[in-house]
């Protein structure tokens, strides 16, 4: 059997350049060469987990042992926990004269200088420059710690007596959503499964990390009901998460005299949530409380403050589904864009219908409502209430909601469907598609008598134009197409 001592330097050089690369790369999947690294650091330690270089090898697996939560080969975490349960329970029964051990204070900002540190514990000639003295580094007690650290590692919160530390795939989880929240993914994620992935965890929380997930779904449902999220089950999923965990909340009590204001921006919401997830962050939370001053745990998790945030939550979720996939009242409408006499009041159409980013508000209102009106119309007013939905959808932000792409899309639909003439009937161009561009023509073509002709107006034929009709149509299909799931569009509108 090999011990470090009969190691020559070389070795112990590659192994911890290998150690290394596998802690700054964990996120590998069924990588060979890494498994076969754990698998014989797992082997050194079970053959000799009370030996002098038990050290060498917990160091080691603690180095290694983020790639353990991320996609190893069958069986080389287990053999790993086996090896390093065995080491714990070897080494900790020890006796020694030190006061205190490297470990009680190493966190995961440490890791970085494990590697290169290793080579200097193992070298008596070495320079040591470190605050505590090498002795400690090597001591049975230390190495019985980092085979804890590194077990917490691999099972987040199987372990005590050793510094709280945030699981691996926790740190990942706020880097993700941090950089989806600030409006960046990260060009990896799947927007739908990261959100809907939230609301799992919250349906499966246990319950000491219920509150903390509740609160990553309150982040997340800023996010899901801004109308970026266009699939109707995402919020689906939100909107069952909350509902099963407020009669968790519904019989809190407590005698605080008042609650914490939680974060109100989504990056630190959810950085909080995914950090009162785990024991391990939770641990850190008190760190940073007694360090920092923050509140105390047991009022920001208090499940009476939890209770408000479901039903908030909850009742933000349930307003925006019902405007983002329920249907769509317009009738309103027509008291904003018809006349007294009940003809269009076409100059409030053109200028709600132009490019600004004030008509940003009325757009989905005023698309619906034109391509429902589009149907009883007579051919004049068809022109206009076409081009208005179309231009609406354009002005629509960030996208128009699923009712109003539904409404939209049948009237479009029919009209790019309808029979057309070979050729136009008239012969000078269609109006301009681009932006607003027709805006100007518009009113003057609808009413001659009331409206001067723009600079270059086009022909009341060219307007009607059915070839035109299809053009506008298949363009505002093309703009809406893939939004949504086909099957929730094909709905009645
Ligand atoms: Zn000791
Ligand atoms: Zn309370
Ligand atoms: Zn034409």
Redesign the pocket.
Known sequence: MQTVMDMDDMMLDELSDTWEDMRENYQESRNEGYDRSVLDCAAELTADPDGESAYVWTLGLTLMAPYLTWLPGAGVAEQAVTALEAADRALRGHGCAHDAHPYESHDVDQDEQLAELLLLIADDTAAWEEDRPRSEWRCPLNAAGFARIALDIVRPGSVTDVPPRLPVDAKASIDTLAALLHGYPKPWTDIDDEISGQAVELSCAAPADRAGRLMVVRAVTWYAVSGTVHTKSVLDSLIRSVEQVVPHFAE?????D??PPLPNSGPNAAELGITLSSPGGRGIYEQRRIAWGAAPL??VV????MGEIADETLAQLRERYEILFGERDTSHADAEYLRADGRLDIEKLVERSDNKHWNEKYADDLGLWAARRHEQSDDRDRAVLLLVAYQAVQNAYPAPPLSVARGVLATMRAVAAAPLPAECLHEDEHPPLRRAEFRDGMAHFWAPEEFPPAEESRSAESWMCPRFAAEVAEACIGDLKGLYEEDEVAGAS
Request: proline content about 8%; glycine content about 16%.
């Open positions: 809190g009590d407590c005698a605080h008042g609650h047991d009022k208090c499940p009476v403050l």
